[in-house]
């Protein structure tokens, strides 16, 4: 019985070790993206704003990196929501998995604004996100789909494009 009682406290430790690391992991390919996408200088003013929704851990890792990092010369800053209702001046908005089903109405939302729309779900391009965090053999990948990113004025640079899985 306290065996199986250490395997169980040893299992949920390494599961909150592995959504940690991959928490990590997304704020960084987020943090990078922010790096690699081109975006009309008059929609910086000076900040470069990442909304998170409904995922705390990787808003979390992402205040950590705003503490010592910028985009160019921009203040990085991170913002959290519960919801994609009335999220306003973002160059970057993650959304959770477990929210995936709202990626169409936060498209329309963000319609015509300089955005990059990040889900957590293969196939998201056809909902309108411009890169998708996906699985592949236990490693964290990226779909990405030009078409999106640039519909919203922005564009993602060839580098970034070639380290996607690009899909239409």
Known sequence: MRKLKLMALLLTLCCSFVSGQTAQFKA??????????????????????????????????LKELAKSRKVGSHT????????VDNIEDSQIIYLASRLSNQMSAL????KGKPVLLVGNQEGLHA???????????????????????ESHGIKCSSKLTSLGIDVK
């Open 28 to 61: 960084l390919f987020l943090y990078n993206f922010a790096q690699n996408i081109n975006y009309p200088e008059q929609s910086l003013n000076g900040k470069f704003i990442i909304t998170v929704i409904g995922e705390p851990e990787i808003a979390s890792e």
């Open 76 to 83: 990085l800053i991170v913002k959290e929501s519960n919801s």
């Open 107 to 110: 498209q329309s939302g963000q």
């Open 127 to 149: 909902q309108g996100a411009g890169i998708s965090f996906i699985m592949v053999e236990g490693k964290l990948r990226f779909e990405i789909c030009p078409k999106n990113i």
